[in-house]
Structure formats: C-alpha cells, structure tokens
C-alpha cells in the first residue's frame, strides 16, 4: 500500500515520516527546498522536574485540598528548578535539527510516495518537461543513518535546532553548536548543559547524500566517530530494510475491509507503530522519535502514563509485535527503585510502587500538575499492560520474575489509601479522574470511577496471576473484589448513573473518557449484564449528549473503542471516519488539536499543528477491535463488522490465551472462523452475525448447538474451524 501526500508540506508536522525506533525522520518541503528533520527519542535534557521527596505524602496533600488551601499544593509540587534563570521547569526532549536539500532551479517538488511495505520514500518532483524521483531510506539496524539517492541536488546545509527555536535553547542555556567541516563530512555538533552532546552531518558524494546522526560523551568522541565512519551505500540499506520490512509484515496479520478509510488506518498505523516501536529501540513517548526541529516539543515530549503511552502501545497485542512492548517494560521495571521511593514518601509503605502520570526517561516527575502526580491507576495500568503481555504470550518466568511483584506492589498503595465505611464497604477518599477540571481545588472526591475500575482490573488479575503461578491470591485482593464499588453511581437510588467521582456526573464535554473505563479498557463492566444495562445506558446517553465540543485528537479512537463494547460499530467506524478528516494533517500525521473549526473547541481559533502519536495507534487498536476483542473473559468475533460491508477479512491475530484467530465474511457466502491454539487453553468465544454453523477440531465434528457465546479447550497445535450453515 501507499502513502501519497503533495507537495508543498509548508510545516515540519506535515512531513511524511519514517521512524526506526529511535531516529524519527519528516521529510516536507515545497518548490525547490526538500527538507529532511532530524529527531530523537533519546536527546532528552534531564534538568528540571519534581525530586519525590517527603513533602509529596498523602496525609499533607489530603489536608490541603480538605483545606482549599492551593498555595500549600503549589508547594508540594514545585519543581525543583521553578523560576531559576537558564534552567528548565522539567526535562525535556531537545529537537536536533534538519537538512536542507536544494534542487536544481529546473525542479519542483510534487508529491511523496511513501511505500508501507518496505518503508521506500519516493519523492516525486517535475525537472522541466520530465518527472523524477529521488529516494530516501532510513536504516531500521545502525539507528543514526539516512540515505537520500536524487540526480538533481544543487546545495546541501544541515540546520542545528539551535538556529531554528527562536532563542529557546539559548533560554535554558544552551551553547551555540560547533560547525564542522572534515573528510567532506559538514555538519554540527551540540553540547548539552548537562548530557551527553549529539551531532549531525552530511555528506555528497555525486547523487547521493549521507546524513549521519551521532552521540557520545564529549564532541571528541564524536569526531573520532565521524573519522571512523564509513557511510553506507544505498543499495545496502535498500537491501536491508527490505529483509527488515518483509519479516516485519510477515508477522502481522493481513486485514481486508470493506473501507479504504479503516484500512488505510490499519497499514498506515500498523507501519508508525513498528517504526516508533522497534524491539531493539527506545521506549516511546507522546510523539514516539519524531520530533520537530524549530521548537521544544509540547509536553515535553515525555511519557504520559494516564493514556497515552498506553495507547501508543495497544497495537502490539493484537498485531503480534510483543517485543516492541519490551523496551517500555523494561524500562519502566528498571525504575523499581524509584517506584518504591515514591509510595514510602506518598503513602508510608515498603513494599509499593507508585508511578506518576508524566516524566522522563529517567523517571523524574515532571510536576507542578498534582492531579496527575497522584494518579495512581496509572501504575496500575502498566501493570494491566504487562499482564496482558503475559496473557498472550504464556510468558510464564516474566510473570513470576517481574510483573507479579510489580503487580502486587501497584495494589499495595491502593490498599493503603483505601479506607472502611461503617456499613463495611471500602472507599477510597480522595481521588482523581484524569484531566477533569485540570488542576483546580475541586478537581478531586472520593471514589473517581476511573480509579476503582483500575482497581477492580488489578485485582482481578492478581488473582489471576497467582493462579497461573499455582500461588494462592491474597485475601485482601478477594476482598477488595467484594468490598470495593466498581463505580461511583449517581444518584444512589433511582436511575443510576456512572459518575465521575461520589457526586459528580458528567458537567460536559470532555476528551478523557474517564469515567466509562470500567467499559474500556479495564473492562470490569459488562454493559449487557442486566444489572448494569440501564446504567450503562443512561450513562451514555449523557455522554452522547454532551458532545465532542471538548475532544481532542487522541480521545476519538477511544470513543470508538467503547462503541465497539456497545455493540455499536457502525457508530465506531463513522468516529475514525470523522477523526480521519478532522485531526491528520496533510502528511498524514495525527493532530492534538482539530484541522479546522467546527467539530471541537480544542483548536476552535485555529489549532495547533501538534502532532501526537497515540491518536493513530488508538485509530489502529479501533479498528483491530472491530474484527476482534475480548470483553470479560470472551473473546468476540467480527464484532463491528458492518451489515453495508461486502467483504471482511483477517488472518491469524493474536488473542489471548495463546489462540490465533482468522475471519472471513464476504456478502453472498457463509461466514468462517478459524482458531490455532498455539499453547494447550480453553477459549471462550462470541460469534457475532453467525446464528446456524458447523463446527470441527482438526476435522472432526464437535457438537456447540449453534450456541453464540461457547467454551471449549483446545489442545496445542489443534484448530477450530467454524463455518456458517446456509439459512
């Protein structure tokens, strides 16, 4: 498949991307001036942020918002560095630069051809009366190479970002680069007030052009690098990547839909996901490697743990990519130490881990923002993630070795917070839905539903775990099961309604879905249970009533994601439908803010141009979710497959238990289902669509009465084949 975007793409968000997992690459331009930026997802200035200390603990900030005493909260969450002249607020990742690739007078750019099956980047541009094409490759191996192959350069000149940020570098004390011109290398190098400085360079030899991005200890090693570089030809990458490329797409499962819009969303997100992801890349954060080159990022480009690192990750499961997750666990697991410092300052324990909602790649907070500081379903939904990964993988000696403890040691904080009532039920009473009402004194109460929907899920998965590690659970994790509301309900008699906290329904729109996470993605509410079906229906009804008017780009997968939960796909399709054209700009890249006025007020007096990642794996994840996802134990079959597609297909994707599920439905033909159990299981199965069938294990007949929901095992090796009887 192809991803064509024309010429001119006037803004660096526009640029069509290539990504390796660590080097993120915007290739945009206009006329004459074909421009390659250059970003990283490890140049991260550590300076700045939120020391964890005992002054972040539990009792002082309760009593403060108890109080409505915001100066004391101001003070618990300064940043170390706040208002120190020429020092950062908090980390951030530093933009490296571009280069600039004039072409002859003759040229003119057209169009890019971005090629999702090898990642090949074509740029098209008219030379006079002819039309040519030049190439540009981004190495998937040795992470700090570009090549670009055109006949028609006139001039070439790296750009440091230190000349583009409009004095912002320079601000926080920043040094002007080093130029440097040797062995026909030219190019920059930049030190950092406090890490490790990053170069660089460029070099043409008659139609090609190497661009090499290096970083070391000192500008030293950097050039003894440089001295020892042998730059790599074309050919060599070309051939490479498409190994690279080939056993990537090998391992994914194909997808057919009756949509161009849904699948081009699928093969253009599957395609980012894998070039922001890589197995042996960095974690990746709001905006992955792809960073621009004339400004800080927005947010710092950090990692934001109440979503959206989250969503970034989600394909993985259901594409087959498990290490891609690796490098984010890891890293996350690696901050044990601090993780722990965290819950004994915040709650008193030994034996917890708390992660905040925002940092860096080291783990420092990024602060100031205290609703988010004291999240903690954000640990717990790591914590859901990696068990998941367990789930699909049977990776037994990552359970017992890592995520059991981290696991247990997410809950323990939760189980210090919690508190018994009278009548013997637990509460938790103070608590956060994330983003709702911002920072403000009232952005608080007890019992926010998002925070006892992640509860419910870890506890549920604890006992889960320990079964699967032939331990016995806890008590308290069965207790809490029993003790614990699953959501704040509003008004307490009467037509109930999820709220966001004790109190509280929902005022208005608002782009953080919070209070239906019990739905999704924790999924510890099943809406067609009859004891939460009028709940969950008023409930929605108030959310559809209030509209988009407050949506952001990366919350409109989720909404679809919850119609699929609904049973709705018709309404989750024409969501990513509406995302599509509202929130990607001309690159094709995804926006935080919309393109254009009219849908929301988050970029009503014209939008920032920020791109995000977690909106176009959020639009991926939708779109797995319509032909496979698993809802309390069940796993449901095509269940967003729209009555107006002709055709809908795929191929052995991934599901828990260790079953590969393959679908195909086209108009005029009966239904088939196919489930590999790659490891001895028992599978729960929902067939949508399917009222009479056939079927057989290895070819033998097996007697399910056309029930639609079933349980069967399956031995390893075996396959179950369904097949939709002629009504």
């Known amino acids: 498949m192809l991803s064509i975007h024309d010429f001119p793409l006037e803004e660096v968000y526009d640029g069509t991307m290539l990504g390796n997992g660590s080097l993120g690459v915007f290739v945009w331009g206009r006329d004459q001036t074909l421009i390659v930026t250059i970003g990283s997802a490890e140049t991260w200035d550590h300076r700045g942020g939120m020391s964890w200390t005992k002054k972040q603990n539990y009792k002082d900030i309760r009593q403060a918002l108890i109080d409505n005493n915001p100066q004391k909260l101001k003070e618990i969450f300064a940043t170390d560095t706040e208002n120190t002249p020429g020092m950062p607020s908090r980390p951030s990742l530093i933009p490296i630069g571009r280069v600039e690739i004039t072409l002859q007078p003759s040229c003119k750019l057209l169009r890019t051809e971005l090629n999702l099956a090898n990642a090949d980047l074509k740029v098209i541009y008219q030379n006079g009366y002819n039309t040519e094409e030049a190439h540009v490759r981004l190495d998937m191996t040795q992470k700090g190479e570009v090549v670009v192959l055109c006949d028609h350069i006139e001039a070439v000149k790296p750009i440091p970002a230190f000349d583009l940020t409009n004095g912002a570098l320079e601000k926080i004390s920043f040094k002007k680069p080093q130029i440097v011109q040797r062995n026909q290398w030219n190019g920059f190098i930049q030190e950092m007030p406090a890490d490790d400085p990053y170069a660089l360079f460029a070099k043409q030899k008659q139609n090609q052009l190497n661009i090499t991005f290096i970083r070391d200890k000192s500008p030293d090693d950097i050039i003894n690098a440089l001295d020892n570089k042998k730059p790599l030809f074309y050919d060599q990458i070309r051939k490479a990547n498409n190994a690279w490329w080939t056993s990537l797409w090998n391992k994914v499962p194909s997808v057919k839909i009756d949509s161009p819009v849904l699948e081009q969303i699928y093969h253009e997100g599957i395609f980012k996901f894998a070039s922001m992801t890589t197995a042996d890349g960095y974690p990746a954060g709001l905006q992955g490697p792809w960073i621009e080159d004339h400004a800080l990022p927005p947010w710092s480009g950090d990692y934001h743990f109440n979503i959206n690192v989250q969503m970034c990750y989600w394909p993985a499961y259901r594409s087959g990519l498990f290490d891609n997750l690796m490098p984010l666990f890891k890293m996350v697991l690696g901050w044990k130490p601090q993780l722990a410092k965290n819950a004994k300052y915040f709650i008193g324990i030994d034996d917890g881990y708390m992660l905040p909602h925002a940092v860096d790649d080291c783990c420092t907070c990024m602060g100031a923002f205290w609703t988010g500081t004291i999240d903690h379903a954000c640990t717990a939904w790591i914590a859901q993630m990696m068990f998941d990964y367990v789930r699909h993988t049977g990776d037994l000696d990552f359970l017992k070795d890592e995520v059991f403890d981290f696991m247990k040691g997410a809950m323990k904080v939760f189980q210090a917070m919690l508190e018994e009532k009278e009548d013997g039920t637990l509460s938790l009473p103070v608590s956060v839905s994330p983003e709702y009402r911002g920072a403000e004194m ?103 009533a209030r509209g988009m008017g407050e949506w952001s780009g990366w919350c409109m997968p989720w909404a679809a994601m919850i119609h699929n939960r609904l049973n709705n796909g018709q309404m989750a399709e024409v969501i990513l439908e509406i995302w599509r054209r509202c929130f990607t700009n001309p690159g094709g890249g995804t926006r935080h803010d919309t393109a254009f006025p009219g849908l929301s007020l988050i970029g009503f007096g014209g939008g920032r141009n920020l791109i995000q990642l977690d909106a176009m794996m959020g639009a991926v994840t939708a779109v797995q979710d319509m032909l496979l996802h698993e809802r309390q134990g069940t796993i449901h079959v095509l269940p967003g497959a729209s009555k107006l597609w002709r055709f809908v297909s795929f191929n052995n994707m991934p599901a828990p238990g260790g079953f590969l599920i393959s679908a195909k439905k086209h108009i005029n033909q009966p239904t088939e289902i196919t489930v590999k159990a790659t490891r001895t299981n028992k599978i729960t199965l929902a067939l949508h669509g399917i009222n009479q069938y056939q079927a057989t294990v290895d070819g033998q007949p097996i007697q399910l009465d056309n029930q639609a929901t079933f349980t069967t095992e399956l031995q390893e090796g075996q396959t179950l084949r369904i097949q939709q009887c002629n009504s």
Do not use: Y
């Open 442 to 544: 009232n952005a608080w109460g007890a019992n926010a539903s998002f925070q006892l929907a992640a509860i419910h899920r870890l506890a549920i998965n604890l006992v889960q775990a320990a079964e699967m590690l032939q331990l016995e659970p806890e008590q308290e994790w069965i207790e809490i099961q029993k003790k614990l509301p699953v959501a704040s309900l509003e008004p307490k008699q009467g037509a109930s309604e999820i709220a966001l906290w004790d109190g509280l329904l929902l005022e208005h729109s608002h782009r953080h879905h919070s209070h239906l996470a019990g739905i999704c993605p924790f999924d510890v509410i099943d809406p067609e249970d009859p004891k939460w079906r009028q709940i969950v229906n008023l409930t929605i009804r108030r959310w559809i």
